[in-house]
């Protein structure tokens, strides 16, 4: 048998193009949990497997005097703690970008266009005109590489669908179908806590879920932090996730909640979590950092305290290629390129009672 020769066909770093890093970087402010998390931990954590489990107990509560052992005696009482593992899995996401040579050549290409002493912008883009005013001369594009801005442009969506399903994943392994048709889809975070030992406040009238929402309030945060306590979580480095709305009834709130003429509710953006800037609200159980999200994407009736130092991003690798990575499509004899952008990804949340769902928020 001959001996498998790799001449001129080496495969070195810079032939591997991974994205995991411009993922975490390319939503900003506007995926606050993906770029901070990616942060945090460093780019996450890599697997070679679809699936993993993260583990919780029951909280160790005391609440009478423990019995004294004696000297040389047995042991007091054997002690046993439930415990639970859950499985979580990575999700596959694969969007890709299409663009013949024409359109990747004419980057500088204008609409049709009558030359005007008005220099009012009038096309709608498509070579129409939307008004009676006509589009005046102007200077070259800003982008020189079309198809390279179509891919940016395509991360930052896949970016945007991450944190998405950092909160709404519905949990799907995928397992046990006609291989190639299972859909998997990790669990995120509003699911993540109503598993056992989850902690979920309720913002309504009657604290329960059964009554009116109320919009939220210093009281709430907290009590979700009292909630937190109260199921014995470490409560390391919390962080208030609200969407705008919220931001603004909770400013008004702590705005006017001052003694004399200082305000001692709110501090001002002091910290910068991996480029994500991070308020402080005071309360009695510590300080807990503030950042807003989206409303479509964290919820309109939700708001989260999550520690963010027990989330963790999870990649499965692939071989050759990496975790995050841009694939060549075959065109056949088209007159065009396609690439694709793929990468299997989820998030280990670690125990659910380590952060707080609040709910009923109006």
Known sequence: MAAISLTNQTIYSQNINNFQGELFRVGGQRTPMVSALGGLSGGGKVIQSTFFQFQ??????????????????QPTEYLGRDRVAYTQVTQIFHK????????MATYNQQNPFDLSANIINSSDGDGTVTAADKLALFGGSPIVDEFAEQMELALLKIAREVEYFFWNGTFSDGANVTPGTGLRAFRGFHAHQALTGGNIYYADTVGNGSGTDQKLHWDAVAGAMKKLYDAQAPMQNLVLVVNPEQLLDLN???????????????LPRERNVAGVDIDTVITPFGNIGLVVEETNLLGANKAAIVDMAFIKPVFTNIPGKGTVFVRDI??????????????EMGFDFGPPQYHCLISDVA
């Open 96 to 103: 890709g970008v299409k663009m013949s040579y024409t359109a």
């Open 330 to 343: 075959d065109q056949d004899d088209y007159a065009r390129v396609a690439k694709a952008i793929y990468m």
């Open 56 to 73: 919780t107990a029951d909280s160790a509560e005391i609440s009478s005097a423990a019995t004294v052992g004696a000297e040389g005696g």
């Open 252 to 266: 008004k709130e702590l705005i006017n909640a001052t003694v004399g003429t200082t305000n001692y509710a709110i």
